[in-house]
């Protein structure tokens, strides 16, 4: 943008040339703070916390596998969406059909390197999400925006179950755990955070022998500063301008040049 400033008598000279950047928010991601995955039967009192990864099954005792994960989402509670994604490592034969429920837990208690089926955290009866189609090499994708916000705006810890309707002897589907020596196998939530109101534009007007400097209100915060000659804006000799009424400053029209900026907080 370029800015001149036109009076009954005088025009200024044309400012330097500005540009602007809208503001974009990417894609983020976070790890989960904790995964596992339980077994029933004679493996109901072993834990797997440290396998690279995560298995899930519906079967007879001793072949029943379950899926938990914790992430810390207290940083959410404004996100625009938040997606869970699971890395598909393998499949039993038939295991791209099944069915996988994703449940809502809302004890956050349990422990990596401790829980087994015998001490497994208990469901809340939320099942947000039922899908099928898992295949080796490929992502899931599932939305936890609600989930997030929701919990972010409580202990801010959001925990997970990940069961098997379908039910068969080769009907097993395998993601990458935290610990998996591939980091692209790794569980994470994928999020876009609310992007930042734009700044406010500064309106310039001469009045007379009077330069008035105005901008939006709704920026209590901002703090309008000047930075007058010799103009050298890495000299960091920008002031704060005393005298400013609300969202509205003015002052006596001079042959000096200086700039005006609003400062964010």
């Not at 309106?203 to 007379?208: E, I, P």
Request: charge should be negative; include cysteine.
């Amino acid at each position: 943008y370029v800015v001149s400033a036109v009076g009954n008598d005088t025009e200024s000279t044309n400012s330097l040339e500005v540009s602007a950047t809208p503001l974009i928010s990417a894609t983020q991601n976070l790890g989960p703070l904790a995964d596992t995955y339980v077994r029933d039967g004679t493996y109901t009192n072993s834990n797997f916390g440290t396998a690279t990864n995560l298995y899930v099954k519906t079967n007879s005792s001793s072949f029943n596998r379950e899926i938990f994960l914790r992430f810390d989402v207290s940083g959410l509670a404004d996100a625009q969406a938040v997606q869970l994604q699971l890395w598909c490592v393998g499949t039993d034969t038939s295991g791209s059909s099944t069915t996988l429920a994703f449940e809502f837990v809302s004890d956050d208690s349990w422990s990596e390197t401790s829980t087994t089926w015998r001490t497994k955290p208990a469901g809340s009866g939320l099942v947000f999400t039922n899908l099928s189609g898992c295949t080796a090499g490929q992502p899931v994708k599932v939305d936890l925006t609600g989930l997030a916000r929701l919990e972010a705006a409580g202990d801010g810890l959001l925990s997970l179950r990940i069961a098997a309707i379908t039910t068969g002897t080769t009907s097993g589907v395998d993601f990458g755990s935290r610990e998996n020596p591939v980091p692209g196998n790794r569980p994470i939530l994928a999020f876009v955070l609310s992007a930042p109101p734009p700044p406010p534009v500064l309106s310039v007007l001469l009045q007379g022998n009077t330069v008035e400097i105005s901008w939006p209100a709704g920026y209590p915060t901002y703090v309008l500063q000047k930075l007058p000659e010799p103009l050298n804006s890495s000299s960091n000799a920008w002031q704060d301008v005393s005298g400013v009424v609300s969202n509205f400053y003015s002052e006596p029209l001079t042959n000096t040049t200086c700039l005006f900026r609003l400062k964010s907080p």
